[in-house]
């Protein structure tokens, strides 16, 4: 039922930026955790950046300084501004979306990832 859209992903320079969004459907939103992973070739899937809620944002060491999550709830999206992008951020980045049920059990969803490239 939760479906995530992801885009913005491509071919970039080394120092250059992307702007990555998610838009969500089948989901309260506002409501949910949104998180940002990245997975490299050969590499385990790694957090990047989460946003609460209420906006409150954490970011992997690697990431932070170049790194901006961001929401937009009334469109249901949200953003991940890369900049001062470096050849080890290479990866397929993947949206994700923590919801709660009724029970308050958590749920996760994913979105299909969109590739990031960076040369050298």
């Known amino acids: 039922q939760v479906q995530l859209v992801e885009s913005g992903g491509g071919l970039v320079q080394a120092g250059g930026s992307l702007r990555l969004s998610c838009t969500a459907s089948?989901?309260?939103?506002?409501?949910?955790?949104i998180a940002w992973y990245r997975q490299a070739s050969g590499k385990q899937r790694e957090v990047v950046a989460a946003?609460?809620?209420?906006?409150?944002?954490n970011y992997a060491d690697s990431v932070k300084g170049r790194f901006t999550i961001s929401r937009d709830n009334a469109k249901n999206t949200g953003y991940l501004q890369m900049n001062s992008l470096k050849p080890e951020d290479t990866a397929i980045y993947y949206c994700?979306?923590?919801?709660?049920?009724?029970?308050?059990?958590?749920?996760?969803?994913w979105g299909q990832g969109t590739q990031v490239t960076v040369s050298s």
């Open positions: 994700n979306l923590v919801t709660r049920d009724s029970r308050l059990h958590e749920h996760a969803y």
């Open positions: 089948g989901s309260t939103f506002s409501q949910d955790v």
């Open positions: 946003i609460s809620s209420s906006g409150r944002a």
